[in-house]
């Protein structure tokens, strides 16, 4: 059975598996205090470019997504996010069930709007009554999105500039952003990542790593007493090192821009082979998610064969499915997909 | 100044004050175990024609829509309600700070579809991720809603049907439920309500009471231990008894529908004499609140004499105004509010 | 029957009561924003000598607290109590419902010890493990205190002393302050309370009012946007001005201390007719609560003429009764109940 | 350096890297619902004589503790556990920060007592107010115990009796439940865990693997869409199977066991030296956790060649220090442990 179903199917670059046995017996201390997630934090300013960048290791994407927004917000502010965006669908209530509001700006394939940001917040703060209203808080958008599209740099920096107009963070989910990074056409790079947002992550557990998220904060405005809101949050691994160990590696040699690449190039040749046989793409864009309409008898055919996501239903004839290619994707197993299709 | 701004701007009616004068220094139990409270939840029971009701009574709107909605989901479960709707825009968030999310729908003069909310449900189910989303565990609906608007029973009969259908409580928020039981060309009365939801409240602070609202759970479905889950939101009123004296009087001799009438007869004759004059109407209604768009030119004009209720923008020369009456606005400040006009 | 369970099983002052129907048909704007509100306020601030202080009135003591606490501390802070305080015991988990752990010392006749305090908070920060602890954050004492007892000047500033060492503000619940600021041999005036605090309340729902309690931060440090976050945790009250109302009466030439000393009088003769009968008191006070140890014969031939409070079981023959006098108590139902002894 | 600090300095029993290596490019569908995570759970089932067992895996135990706790007590409850438990002091308030109340009894060398437990019970329900008070929900013990302490087969069988008397469940935190199972002295095998508790978990973290407990749910009362709710509390791991391949690996051929008793022979070993030389040693135990009574100058000395655990300040002149063995400690780390004493 071929596999494009998603990114988080495979374990981790063997480069990390190796690091891991020949590591395994070192004696550590716990929580993250190794000197592992040292040389790891150290790596990542580095590429970021920005030395005063504070990072700290997360196990996962819904958990970081939780933590970064509930120790950043004042208890009456909200998250602001795109309609489509992940904490608003996909994570079990788990932002509101820390007691904050998601309040919502519509989606073009995925990205927020600038001027819609700003509509948003003048209509509040012009509003009498905004003291029974949820105040917006901070700004959270995701680097590729939900659909796989991009923001340019003009763009963030058009949002960036309306968040502290108005106080707030801009908080960046890159779970995917090394698919981001080396997407074709993008004029957006890790510095400008680090430079623009307040805090974003680099994701691991879809990009190479068995799990783990770098969570950066930009501008030393890393909450107090980080350690302990992790730890309440239950989000505090005993032995941190694991995922230093692994950024260290992904950050060495920039072995995690050169695997997201291969994700890419193998998706890149799939639109490709789509286009040419006439399909249609819900978006466009050049990361690792493609979401196509296939008719329920084609479907069905490739079912036997393929493994993919399901998105989201077309009309009564037609759903939208996602194809997601990964840094393991192989050649073969592309060539395979584009012969069945 | 004549003041149209809200039904909040008064006391209480003069027979709720005669009787706690009366009454004053009567040696009472706390917490709502007295005969008052005993008293007006049976007056209560029979108003609605539901023996097996239910009754609590909570101090304000948003003390109970935060205690009904965190007291009855699950904590995987959200409340789906209109985009409009109070416990979406105007808490705080005081909804998401007990921990659930708010599932908007769309809103038709401030109205929630049957249809939609079918369609909502199914589209949930289907959806093989819906583990990783909010499940829709309660359905919050207002009458007359937050535009003035009023169900019909047979729209409330089909939200109910649906409700059922995916195990969901209906909750009508009736924090105006009197002035929407006797608005002209109703046909849903004070039984179909408490017949048709599974859990209701009789608004008593914007109708004729000092403050107090009454919960009625109408299916035995109270939640357990009712009086500790009041106490931990701060909700339990040493003093109960003046929300049950208040309760008794209303419902002594049909008091809070007669009050309630006032209210939308004199909003009847305002409708009347803006249509005479030409005025745009944004909500067809017979409640107590009128929404009516005005220049702003004469918003400067009238607001010498009269103190009206801010709305939202409407373009860049009008915003839409509210205006209110309530059990407590005279014939006399009608007639001079008309003149001015 | 003469009740002695409570101070909380009457109304409110007959000035009171005066006033609300004086102004019962004044429009009045909303959410605590009126006249009364501003001149109580103002009030407050001259009896408290504290010309900086910020006064919100909230409805009950449990909110109050809860509301305090939690817009006070951080999300990794608890607040320091004495087991036997309030918050620890009998508000239901209203302060863990916010997210926030009691964090408890030894309660000595209620009181809690400066010395204790400091060793918790010296043994806290020297545990190197400290991150993975609930910071204190701040102190939590009742004044007077759930068993009667008042705390003298030179502990209330030795508590304060440790606090500000600390950076925890010191927060005295006055459910009962007036009680405590008149009764006999105290050295604590309300000015000195202002001082000694950074936020404390001024209880009004069992001393005289119907229901409401009055916050003073006095250092100039009310959380931010307060409104919102009163509306969040369900507690701002729609027509406000009915507790800016009571405070300014109660305000108004002393009445609120007036009153007060009546119960301590009335408390002071049960003492007396106790002590001359040979009971046993288990706590020595002189504000308006007595805990008395009683055989179960007493209490059974009591209970035919008075209804007590139960406080807690003594031995296998005997049980802790409170007898409770209040604002309202007379002279003559106190002469039948030394009678009945 | 020698390290006796904690049991969990290094990485994972070489079984499981091995295992890791080898499926690492398998392809797995994720949240946990491919084939290791099934065959790890009947392994469970089977080591547990428990075939309606229900399995989980979770990556560390404050998330374990906060998501068992959360999801199986009502708002209204809190858990009860010994003043000790870990959930009490050092979990950084992750369990109020779900809203609950951790309920304390004294501890006894780090157990509860089930007479104690049993009054507590019932003068929580014989006082008539503990609607305002915090109802115990579900018992949490831990075995062994934060002392490395154990319960005897007729002590857990006693607490589980009260427990189900009040209808609470019982909740064993098993985060080093394999350094207790095979402790010289103990009648208790995990079969009786199974019949005993209503739901425990089998520690991995400290115990072989690199992360992950296994929570089980004996009694078929796992919570109700469980994976929401892990979700929901950020705790769904994208690659779960990363932890149904440890637990699998730890569970075939008896391997978490074995493991688990070099732990425990190597601290008898260190206990009995401790012994011939006349420490004094504060805890009667037979498990992996040594704590020891040392003055500061011998404090000093050990310190320049291993690294001990800090447990509190004894006196002015000693300090209670922790000596931790694991599944990975070495008869020659002992022997130079030893000889330095």
Redesign the interface.
């Known amino acids: ?1 071929l ?1 494009f ?2 990114d ?5 670059h ?1 480069a990390i ?1 190796k690091r ?2 020949e ?8 929580y993250g205090t190794d000197h592992y997630c040292e040389a790891a934090q150290e790596k990542i300013r580095q590429a970021c470019a920005c030395p005063q960048a504070q990072v700290r290791f997360i ?5 970081t997504n ?2 970064v927004i ?2 950043m917000l ?3 502010e ?1 998250v602001v996010a795109a309609e489509s965006g992940h904490v608003n ?6 932002i ?7 309040l919502t700006l519509p989606q073009h394939d995925g990205l927020i709007d600038a001027g819609e940001l700003r509509e948003y917040c003048e ?1 509040f703060y ?4 905004h ?5 917006p808080g901070m700004v959270y958008i995701s680097h590729p999105t939900e659909y796989g599209t991009l923001y340019t740099k003009a763009q963030l920096e058009a949002i960036a500039g309306v968040c502290h107009e108005y106080h707030m963070p801009l908080f960046i989910d890159g779970a995917r952003l090394g698919y981001g990074l080396v997407a074709s056409g993008t004029d957006v790079t890790l510095p400008d990542i680090a430079r623009i947002a307040d805090v974003f992550y680099i994701g691991g ?2 990009v190479g790593a ?2 783990g998220e770098a969570v950066v904060f930009t501008k030393g405005n890393m909450p ?2 980080i ?3 992790i ?9 941190g090192w ?1 995922m230093g160990l692994q950024f260290d590696t992904l950050f060495t040699d920039g072995l995690y821009t050169r695997i997201a690449r291969n994700a890419d190039e193998m998706a890149d040749r799939i639109r490709e082979a789509l286009r040419a046989k006439g399909y249609r793409m819900v978006y466009e864009n050049t990361t690792n998610q493609i979401f196509v309409v296939l008719d329920h008898a084609t479907i069905d055919r490739l079912e036997r064969e393929v493994r993919l996501g ?1 998105m ?2 077309y009309d009564d004839n037609h759903t939208v499915m996602r194809i997601c290619t990964s840094w ?1 994707t192989t050649a073969e197993s592309v060539g395979r997909l584009i012969d069945s299709l």
């Open positions: 059975m596999v179903q998603n988080y199917s495979e374990g981790a063997p598996l891991l046995a590591t395994n017996m070192e004696q550590l201390p716990g196990s996962g994407g819904t958990q939780q933590l509930d120790t004042q208890p009456y909200g669908v996909h994570e079990a209530g788990a509101e069930a820390t007691g904050h509001k998601v209509t012009a509003d009498g009554n003291e029974h209203m949820v105040f557990t879809k068995l799990f107090k007493h350690t302990a809101q730890k309440q949050h239950g989000a505090l691994m005993a032995k694991l399901f989201e239903r393991a």
